[in-house]
Every structure is written in C-alpha cells, then in structure tokens.
Nanobody, 122 residues
Framework: QVQVVESGGGLVQAGGSLRLSCTASGLTFDDYAMGWFRQAPGKEREGVSCISWSGGETEYADSVKGRFTISRDNAKNTLYLQMNSLKPEDTAMYYC???????????????WGQGTQVTVSS
C-alpha cells in the first residue's frame, strides 16, 4: 500500500522559514519525479515546485523563485521543500505528489499526500 505523508507545516510570521518533508512508502521512490503543490482557500491548486527522479533538475513557480528550494533524498524516500522569506500569500495547504512525468502539472500524478497546512501571519 502506497503512502505519501507530508509534515512540517505550521504557523509562522512573515519573513520566517519552514521546511516541509514528504515521506513515501510502498513504492520505489526514485521511479517517480516529485512535486509540491498548494491550494489556498477559494483558489485552484497550483504547482509550486518539481524535481526530477535523480534530483538533478528542478523547476519553481515564479511566485516562489529565490525563496523556496526543493530537494530529495532517495535513500530516505523523502522529499523536502525549504521555504524562506515567507509571505502571507504563501498561506495554503501544501501537497506532495509523485508523478510519472517530470513537471507536467497535476495531470500525471500517480499519488498525492494528504497535505500539510502552512499559515503565514502578517
């Protein structure tokens, strides 16, 4: 049984930092490209960042470039998102996703996590 579990969300003041983690089990982790998505109340889910199978390629949404860093540790079956200089507009539920295709949006997602809430106060 495949499980994808996020952790690390919470409440932080603007300008602060958080590190999200996503641990996957029941699958061969490095068979999947990985990504982070987020959804704010009343808004559609959007892609935040994605990383290739080996971690050698990464992409970021314009809104988070220079502030967020995605990484993965295939030996630990874990994906990370380091979020610095957080802004109130980063407030959202953050989801980890395993994909068959690198950085193709939500259309090729094989597995989703349940999400972790990030709230940034002003």
């Amino acid at each position: 049984q495949v499980q994808v579990v996020e952790s690390g969300g919470g409440l932080v003041q603007a300008g602060g930092s958080l590190r999200l983690s996503c641990t996957a089990s029941g699958l061969t982790f490095d068979d999947y490209a990985m990504g982070w998505f987020r959804q704010a109340p009343g808004k559609e889910r959007e892609g935040v960042s994605c990383i290739s199978w080996s971690g050698g390629e990464t992409e970021y949404a314009d809104s988070v470039k220079g502030r967020f860093t995605i990484s993965r540790d295939n030996a630990k079956n874990t994906l990370y998102l380091q979020m610095n200089s957080l802004k109130p507009e980063d407030t959202a539920m953050y989801y980890c996703a395993a994909s068959y295709v690198y950085c193709s949006g939500s259309s090729n997602i094989a597995y989703w996590g349940q999400g972790t809430q990030v709230t940034v106060s002003s």
